[in-house]
């Protein structure tokens, strides 16, 4: 079961760098914890890395691509959660 509020998805991951590209429905912010859910992922991560146009961010607005690193595969059309104090 999805913990939190879903805030987006993934459209790549890039392996070697394990790095996964997100497409936001809603703001995101650096150290905020995330839930990545698919068909064969289901873990949960704080965010410690995020990149736009190879520069780093602390926030990233609804709307916008964002890269971040994560410790295990995602794939493309995952969805990700952000998980609140209620969860």
């Given at each position: 079961m999805p913990s939190g509020e879903r805030?987006?998805?993934v459209t790549h991951f890039y392996d070697r760098a394990s790095v996964a590209v997100l497409k936001l429905t809603r703001d995101l912010k650096?150290?905020?914890e995330l839930h990545f859910l698919g068909k064969n992922s289901d873990f949960e991560q704080a965010i410690t890395s995020m990149q736009?146009?190879?520069q780093p961010v602390?926030?990233?607005k609804a709307?916008?691509?964002v890269?971040?690193?994560v410790k295990q595969k995602v794939r493309p059309g995952d969805a990700v959660f952000r998980i609140t104090a209620e969860s």
């Open positions: 805030i987006g998805e650096l150290g905020e736009i146009e190879h602390t926030e990233v709307g916008q691509e890269a971040v690193q």
